[in-house]
Antibody, heavy 118, light 110 residues
Framework: EVQLVESGGGLVQPGGSLRLSCEAHGFTFHDYWMGWVRQALGKGLEWVANINEDGGVKTYLDSVKGRFTISRDNAKNSVYLQMNSLGADDTAVYFC???????????WGQGTLVTVSS | QSALTQPRSVSGSPGQSVTISCAGTSRDVGAYNFVSWFQQLPGKAPKLILYAVTQRPSGVPDRFSGSKSGNTASLTISGLQADDEADYYCCSNAGRHTYVFGTGTQVTVL
């Protein structure tokens, strides 16, 4: 059974940093692209970042470029999102998700809440 | 990276059909057959219900169907049931391994 378990969310001050982690189970992790998607409270889904199978290709939402970094450790079946220079607009539930080979997010974690506030 | 446009809400009676549109541009929906749809219940993670415009993952009933014409994709729910009441989002490849979601549609079963 595929499982994605996020951690690392919490309350952070504006301008601060946070690192989200997502541990994957139940599939051959190093064979798949992974991504992060966020959802502000009461709002829609927003794609944030993707990383390819070996970590050599990373893509980002324009508004997070230069502030967020996606990475992965295939030995640990984990993907990460380092978030710097956080602002109120970054407050959201962040979901880790697995891409299938038809460019669709077929499995999602339960999400981790990031709150940026003083 | 502008969000795809969906109607804010649609409604129907049990047994009826509803269709949700997802309007994009020639740079996303119109350019790729990589449109997917998600169902999200309150407080839950999204669930994939369609991918590659028309394909259903295992376990998704055939009441859910998809299509695309030009820059607009559509999700049709036939034989509407009470547990179809949820938020629905489309998602499209937008080139260079970037993606864009729709604004989301709340489906209400009357």
């Amino acid at each position: 059974e595929v499982q994605l378990v996020e951690s690392g969310g919490g309350l952070v001050q504006p301008g601060g940093s946070l690192r989200l982690s997502c541990e994957a189970h139940g599939f051959t992790f190093h064979d798949y692209w992974m991504g992060w998607v966020r959802q502000a409270l009461g709002k829609g889904l927003e794609w944030v970042a993707n990383i390819n199978e070996d970590g050599g290709v990373k893509t980002y939402l324009d508004s997070v470029k230069g502030r967020f970094t996606i990475s992965r450790d295939n030995a640990k079946n984990s993907v990460y999102l380092q978030m710097n220079s956080l602002g109120a607009d970054d407050t959201a539930v962040y979901f880790c998700a697995k891409w299938n080979r038809a460019a669709a997010l077929d499995y999602w974690g339960q999400g981790t809440l990031v709150t940026v506030s003083s | 990276q502008s969000a795809l446009t969906q109607p804010r809400s649609v409604s129907g009676s049990p047994g009826q059909s509803v269709t949700i549109s997802c309007a994009g541009t020639s740079r996303d929906v119109g350019a790729y057959n990589f449109v997917s749809w998600f169902q999200q219940l309150p407080g839950k993670a999204p669930k994939l219900i369609l991918y590659a415009v028309t394909q259903r993952p295992s376990g998704v009933p055939d009441r859910f169907s998809g299509s695309k014409s030009g820059n607009t994709a559509s999700l049709t729910i036939s034989g509407l049931q009470a547990d179809d009441e949820a938020d629905y989002y489309c998602c499209s490849n937008a080139g260079r391994h970037t993606y864009v979601f729709g604004t989301g549609t709340q489906v209400t079963v009357l």
